[in-house]
T-cell receptor, first 112, second 119 residues
Framework: AQSVSQHNHHVILSEAASLELGCNYSYGGTVNLFWYVQYPGQHLQLLLKYFSGDPLVKGIKGFEAEFIKSKFSFNLRKPSVQWSDTAEYFCAVNGNNNDMRFGAGTRLTVKP | DAGVTQSPTHLIKTRGQQVTLRCSPKSGHDTVSWYQQALGQGPQFIFQYYEEEERQRGNFPDRFSGHQFPNYSSELNVNALLLGDSALYLC??????????????????FGAGTRLSVL
């Protein structure tokens, strides 16, 4: 069965620090990968996605993620975080069964 | 262009009761998926509806059922409510672009959710 693991439950950074959130998945076939973000009081929004091709994908607001097939990983990165990046971040995996599996989420707090 | 809308926003029920949650998909979308998000956890897939049929189902009991109407809107029904059913219920809509893995390439857009409290 598919599963998604996010390594950090809560990350606290100062503004301008670099960010990397880990995501590993378990699935035997080809997958599509997503990062969603949930800002305080708002609904889940798509940050970026990987379907195929270049394993380094860029999303909104300066975020990027790298798909490393051999490591079953899809880590999210941002070179310099801002206070407005404070949110909950969810990694998600979708395979042939089309039942999307989400990780437990990582809460990011950016201190001004 | 309306996004995904869900109603009601909040709901309080008692154990054993039944509840119906509603979802209107984003304009132009034809597929609706439902998720349960317990406090401190990620969304858990309940099921997905396309062409008024349940196409995929997650690991949820038969107490959870759904329906999709010809206008693509959808309902989630939960019977015999348990305390553990207390959660945020999310609806996501998408446009089907194919079958099999290609089906999974569509992007799901989420509503704000319905907060269900079971007392």
């Amino acid at each position: 069965a598919q599963s998604v693991s996010q390594h950090n439950h809560h990350v606290i950074l100062s503004e301008a620090a670099s960010l990397e959130l880990g995501c590993n998945y378990s699935y035997g076939g080809t997958v599509n990968l997503f990062w969603y973000v949930q800002y305080p009081g708002q609904h889940l929004q798509l940050l970026l996605k990987y379907f195929s091709g270049d394993p380094l994908v860029k999303g909104i607001k300066g975020f990027e993620a790298e798909f490393i097939k051999s490591k079953f990983s899809f880590n999210l990165r941002k070179p310099s975080v801002q206070w407005s990046d404070t949110a909950e971040y969810f990694c998600a995996v979708n395979g042939n069964n089309n039942d999307m599996r989400f990780g437990a989420g990582t809460r990011l707090t950016v201190k001004p | 262009d309306a996004g995904v809308t869900q109603s009601p926003t909040h709901l309080i029920k008692t154990r054993g009761q039944q509840v119906t949650l509603r979802c209107s998909p984003k304009s132009g979308h034809d597929t609706v998926s439902w998720y349960q998000q317990a406090l401190g956890q990620g969304p858990q897939f309940i099921f997905q509806y396309y062409e008024e049929e349940e196409r995929q189902r997650g690991n949820f009991p038969d107490r959870f059922s759904g329906h999709q109407f010809p206008n693509y809107s959808s309902e989630l029904n939960v019977n015999a409510l348990l305390l553990g059913d207390s959660a945020l219920y999310l609806c996501a809509s998408s446009l089907v672009t194919g079958t099999g893995l290609r089906l999974a390439k569509n992007i799901q857009y989420f509503g704000a959710g319905t907060r269900l409290s079971v007392l």
